[in-house]
C-alpha cells in the first residue's frame, strides 16, 4: 500500500504570497496518476491538477503542478482570497489510489 | 455543465438502512465509472465505493463490504448507494463523484454537493 504524506499541514500566509505544498509517496509512482484537488469550507472538492503538471477545465494559471517518483509539488504563484482552502494530493489509476491527509491554506 | 446531485442523507439510528440517488446531468452518463466518496466531520476524503459505465463491476472499501451496495441507472441517469447495517463510523458527508474513464481509473473531475448521513441513537 502506498501512502502520500503532504506537508506542511497547515500553511499560513497572506494574499499575493507564493504557495508551495507538498505530496510525499512511500514509494515511486508514475507521474502520469498524481492529482490535486481543492475544497474550500463547506463545499465539494474539485479537481486542480492531474497527470501531476495538467490543469483541470478552467483552473487559473496561477496554480500548477510538478514533480515525479516521491515527491510531487502543487504551487500557488500568487494567492487569491479564494484560494484559501484545503487541498488534498491523489494517486490514482485503475490498480490503485489514495488519498493525502490535506494541507489547509489559511490567511496569515 | 456537468451537475451531480444528492440526495437521501439524514439521521438514522444504528443497524438501519439508508439509499442514496446522485442525479446527474450535463453529459453522457453511461459513458462514466461513478463513485461514492465520503468525508467525516473535520476529517478527509474516503473513497466508498465505484461501479463501472455498464454497471458490471464494483468495488469496495473494506470497512463497507457486504453492507453497502453501489449501483447505476443509466437509463434514468442516476447513481445509488445502498447502505445497510449503519454504524456510527459510517457518519459522514457522501460524495458522488465522475470518473474520468468509462471504468475505475479514480480521477474525479466532477463533485456533487454532497449529502450529509448522520448515524446515531
Known amino acids: 500500500e502506498i501512502v502520500l504524506t503532504q506537508s506542511p499541514g497547515t500553511l499560513s500566509l497572506s494574499p499575493g504570497e507564493r504557495a508551495t505544498l507538498s505530496c510525499r509517496a512511500s514509494?515511486?509512482?508514475?507521474?502520469?496518476?498524481l492529482a490535486w484537488y481543492q475544497q474550500k469550507p463547506g463545499q465539494a472538492p474539485r479537481l486542480l491538477i492531474y497527470?501531476?503538471?495538467t490543469r483541470a477545465t478552467g483552473i487559473p494559471d496561477r496554480f500548477s503542478g510538478s514533480g515525479s517518483g516521491t515527491d510531487f509539488t502543487l504551487t500557488i504563484s500568487r494567492l487569491e482570497p479564494e484560494d484559501f482552502a484545503v487541498y488534498y494530493c491523489?494517486?490514482?489509476?485503475?490498480?490503485?489510489?489514495?488519498f493525502g491527509q490535506g494541507t489547509k491554506v489559511e490567511i496569515k | 455543465q456537468v451537475q451531480l446531485v444528492e440526495s437521501g442523507g439524514g439521521v438514522v439510528q444504528p443497524g438501519r438502512s439508508l439509499r442514496l440517488s446522485c442525479a446527474a446531468s450535463?453529459?453522457?452518463?453511461?459513458?462514466?465509472?461513478m463513485h461514492w466518496v465520503r468525508q467525516a466531520p473535520g476529517k478527509g476524503l474516503e473513497w466508498v465505493a465505484v461501479?463501472?459505465?455498464?454497471?458490471?463491476?464494483?468495488h469496495y472499501v473494506d470497512s463497507v463490504k457486504g453492507r453497502f451496495t453501489i449501483s447505476r441507472d443509466n437509463s434514468r441517469n442516476t447513481l445509488y448507494l445502498q447502505m445497510n447495517s449503519l454504524r456510527a463510523e459510517d457518519t459522514a458527508v457522501y460524495y458522488c463523484?465522475?470518473?474520468?474513464?468509462?471504468?475505475?481509473?479514480?480521477?474525479?473531475?466532477?463533485w456533487g454537493q454532497g449529502t450529509l448521513v448522520t448515524v446515531s441513537s
Open positions: 461501479i463501472y459505465f455498464d454497471g458490471s463491476k464494483q
Open positions: 491523489q494517486l490514482y489509476g485503475s490498480s490503485l489510489w489514495t
Open positions: 497527470g501531476a503538471s
Open positions: 514509494q515511486s509512482v508514475s507521474s502520469s496518476y
Open positions: 450535463g453529459f453522457t452518463f453511461s459513458n462514466h465509472g
Open positions: 463523484a465522475r470518473d474520468f474513464d468509462s471504468s475505475g481509473y479514480f480521477l474525479f473531475d466532477y
